[in-house]
């Protein structure tokens, strides 16, 4: 699969990356530091985690004790920082280098760096990414090691070994440490190498027996050593979330709807083109994106709503939307109108970000929503 293709960022789209991406995180500090966006108060669960590992603390949220890596990576740069802009330094280098994964992702399967400039861009600006990934909690972790996973699999089916199949185990494994969503790049990787790799089943089942041990390695260990040092594990965290989720409950059609409709924006108006686009992509792309709709929706199987959690779907989303949008681009003769529609969409998600609160609210009363 894939052959032929590459993944290689020219300069100028390596710099289009690097300067948007400096931008954004310029622009989140600011917000964050001015006050426009508040400490969220998970920073003191997961800062009460980051000191455990410089021993300043005792354990009191047992339950971020499951997925420390966020929390240990910050906890290093505090040495040198505050905690809070230890947290900020971490989430904005994975922000940073997302925007590459993501270009090279839809350059893989598309072989067109226009097209691959405008997924990424879409990506980065998302309402969940500029508004949860960059500032104090760890969402963004999960998410950048999902679409590390999504990357090193594309590799992976290009040029299938040993090394590869064991190195997305080993991602899938590290990115569970930092949120659930992280490990949801191996399950797109299982999904693609028992039906959609062209090898035999003994030859898949050695790469199978590559990725498993690398996958609960890292994770499997941190989570044995939670259950016997904090008597806490994933059953625990899981069934307590249900047992909190009544109100969700009660209102889950609307909180959906709205969660949905925040992760994406205005975006959706280029995803809604890239579906109905979808018959125009090749074969191989159409099985590859079917490939990446379980790990992609995955949200649902937790016990709450909320855009930060749907946003594991947003690679998925700026793939759809880069295919829309590059279709009407390049097969209408209105190039000045969907390339302003473009901004405008861009300009939606800075919109929503700075008017957050007094947005929310809004649509919360219009949908009549308390949770």
Known sequence: MLENANSVIPKKYFLAIFIFSLGNILLVNFLVFSGGTPFTPELNEYGDIADLFKGDSQLVFVYRVLKPLVSALASFFSLFLDMKESFLLVNSVFYFLAGFIVFKIIKLLFRDDAQALIGAFLFLTGYPMLNYGIPYISDIGGWFFFILGVYFTLIFLKNPSWRLAALNGLTAGIGGLAKESGTMGGIFFLICLFF??????KEKMKYFAFFVPAFWIPFGAWQIFSYFKYDYSYFNWYFDNAALSVHYWAEFFRLVAKSTFATFLA??????????????????????????????????????ASSRLFYVVGLLLSILASWGFIKLWRD???????????????AGNYFWLIFDDRLRHVLNTILKIHY
């Open 332 to 346: 209408s003769g209105h190039k000045f109108v969907y390339g302003a529609l473009f901004f405008v969409v861009l």
């Open 267 to 304: 975006g959706w108006i280029f995803v809604l083109v890239g579906v109905l686009k979808i018959k125009e992509m090749t074969l191989e792309n159409k099985k590859l994106l079917a490939a990446l709709v379980f790990p992609s929706f995955s949200f649902l199987l937790w016990f709450a």
């Open 196 to 201: 959609l790799l062209k090898k035999s089943f």
